[in-house]
């Protein structure tokens, strides 16, 4: 079975301070990594996945298999980025079928 | 604006009751999801129909069923509705969700109360 462990349910930092959002994995496959970005209960909107390796918004991600983890790190933390950020895993089995984390609520305070 | 759309936004009904949601995805794509946000249980995929045949199914209860139709809209119904049934239901779309690097974009959902 497919889980997605995000340990913190809630993290605050300062403006300005950087910040990395925990996840964890557990997949006997090769699976497919994504974080997702929800704006006060908004549409959930992706914001990076690991294959194409890009830097959105200031986060990256690297998905690091011997650890199986996928965690989002951001140098220098907005107030714009308060936000719900959930990590998804897809699997080969059925690529649109995503297993989330809990989530975690990032506070950026001024 | 992702381009997927649900209706209605906001509901609120009975227990006991049936709702219909409706979903109408992105121009072009082929697969629809719905998931169940709740408070207690996160977020939680429940089925996905691809071109109109069910592909995948996740923690849908027998109380919901969902079809996709020839225009690739879809509908997710949930009848005898419970107090717990009340969540976030969102509907989500890809070009086919049939391999990998798929991008899944999320409509904003339809907010169900039961009472």
């Known amino acids: 079975a497919q889980r997605v462990t995000q340990p913190e349910k809630l993290l605050s930092v300062f403006k300005g301070a950087p910040v990395e959002l925990k996840c964890n994995y557990s997949?006997?496959?090769?699976?497919?990594l994504f974080w997702y970005v929800q704006y006060s209960r908004q549409r959930l909107q992706l914001l990076l996945r690991?294959?194409s390796r890009e830097s959105i918004k200031g986060f990256t991600a690297d998905l690091n298999k011997g650890e199986t983890s996928f965690h989002l790190k951001k140098p220098f933390a907005q107030e714009e980025d308060s936000a719900m950020y959930y990590c998804a895993l897809s699997s080969g089995t059925s690529y649109g079928k995503l297993t989330f984390g809990q989530g975690t609520i990032l506070t950026v305070h001024p | 604006d992702s381009g997927v759309t649900q209706t209605p936004k906001h509901l609120i009904t009975a227990t006991g009751q049936r709702v219909t949601l409706r979903c109408s995805p992105r121009?072009?794509?082929?697969?629809v999801y719905w998931y169940q946000q709740s408070l207690d249980q996160g977020l939680q995929f429940l089925i996905q129909y691809y071109n109109g045949e069910e592909r995948a199914k996740g923690n849908i209860l027998e109380r919901f069923s969902a079809q996709q139709f020839p225009d690739l809209h879809s509908e997710l119904n949930l009848s005898s509705l419970e107090l717990g049934d009340s969540a976030l239901y969102f509907c989500?779309?890809?070009?086919?969700?049939?391999?990998?690097?798929?991008?899944?974009?999320f409509g904003e959902g339809s907010w169900l109360t039961v009472v």
């Open positions: 121009s072009g794509d082929l697969s």
């Open positions: 989500a779309s890809s070009g086919t969700g049939l391999h990998s690097g798929n991008t899944i974009y």
């Open positions: 690991h294959i």
């Open positions: 997949y006997s496959g090769s699976p497919e």
